[in-house]
């Protein structure tokens, strides 16, 4: 999970977790996620879902409480969770209306699927990269299967972030900042900015950007 991943879940959808709240993630890049540790609501039922062959979480598939052999057929009961939770899921998922109908169908009714996803990323391979999906998108897919949308937000809190601490130097759509293959590159960019960003007419001249993180984070209600 990048950064700003991380603030849009704290910001807009930590507080949906309460503490009776049975939840199931799909696709967790680690057990427990990332996302079960910045809820820390400890008494919340926390299931995870993904395919057995996924080498993001190594040896813990063995924590997995479902395994799928299709991404479209979740081996879960119908009307079973308060929260379906998913980030840096559904731009990998080739079919993403037939997800979410699936997602729906285990999600009680007055139940909320969330998810994060990224719009500004280049294309990665995980094993497929297949969508960009911006607010107008989520709404369409939304609307589809009968869902409420209760939140949609396209943003950057990392930008947000950065600018709360004077960084000089225009801020681009791209990877998160913090990203292990771009902070090298910040490190250098942060240094360089603040050593010219003073100079006078030819500081601004030589600012070199900084990539930052823009996410979706959605909230849609079953009816």
Same mark, same amino acid.
């Given at each position: 999970?990048?950064?700003?991943?991380?603030?849009?879940?704290?910001?807009?959808?930590?507080?949906? @977790?309460?503490?009776? /709240?049975?939840?199931?993630? @799909? $696709? *967790?890049?680690?057990?427990?996620?990332?996302?079960? #540790?910045?809820?820390?609501? *400890?008494?919340?039922?926390w299931?995870f879902?993904?395919?057995?062959?996924?080498?993001?979480i190594?040896?813990?598939? /063995? +924590?997995? !409480?479902? !395994?799928?052999q &299709?991404?479209?057929?979740?081996?879960?009961?119908?009307?079973?969770? &308060?929260?379906?939770? =998913?980030?840096?899921?559904?731009?990998?998922?080739? +079919?993403p %209306?037939? %997800?979410? #109908?699936? =997602? +729906?169908?285990?999600?009680?009714?007055? $139940?909320?699927?969330?998810?994060?996803?990224?719009? =500004? %990323?280049p294309?990665?391979?995980?094993?497929i &990269?297949?969508?960009?999906?911006?607010? =107008?998108?989520?709404?369409?897919?939304?609307?589809?299967?009968?869902?409420?949308?209760?939140?949609?937000?396209?943003?950057s809190?990392?930008?947000?972030?950065?600018?709360?601490? +004077?960084?000089?130097?225009?801020?681009?759509?791209?990877?998160?900042?913090t990203?292990?293959?771009?902070?090298?590159?910040?490190?250098?960019?942060l240094? %360089?900015?603040?050593l010219? $960003?003073?100079?006078?007419?030819? $500081?601004?001249?030589?600012?070199?950007p900084?990539?930052?993180?823009?996410d979706?984070?959605?909230?849609?209600?079953?009816?």
């Amino acid at each position: 999970m990048h950064l700003n991943s991380a603030l849009l879940f704290s910001r807009y959808a930590k507080g949906y @977790i309460r503490e009776d /709240s049975r939840i199931l993630e @799909i $696709g *967790p890049a680690g057990i427990p996620s990332e996302y079960q #540790k910045l809820a820390n609501v *400890p008494s919340a039922t926390w299931h995870f879902i993904d395919f057995s062959d996924t080498r993001y979480i190594d040896a813990a598939t /063995s +924590k997995l !409480t479902y !395994t799928m052999q &299709d991404a479209y057929r979740f081996p879960v009961p119908d009307n079973e969770y &308060d929260i379906i939770l =998913s980030g840096q899921v559904i731009e990998h998922v080739q +079919k993403p %209306w037939l %997800w979410l #109908k699936e =997602s +729906k169908r285990v999600v009680k009714p007055r $139940g909320l699927i969330v998810t994060i996803n990224p719009v =500004s %990323w280049p294309y990665h391979e995980a094993p497929i &990269d297949c969508w960009r999906i911006y607010p =107008s998108g989520i709404e369409g897919l939304a609307e589809e299967h009968g869902l409420a949308v209760e939140l949609c937000v396209c943003e950057s809190l990392e930008a947000e972030r950065l600018r709360e601490g +004077k960084v000089r130097g225009p801020l681009i759509p791209g990877r998160s900042y913090t990203y292990p293959e771009t902070a090298a590159y910040t490190r250098f960019a942060l240094r %360089w900015n603040a050593l010219v $960003g003073s100079l006078p007419v030819v $500081g601004r001249r030589v600012l070199v950007p900084i990539e930052v993180a823009f996410d979706v984070v959605s909230v849609l209600r079953k009816n």
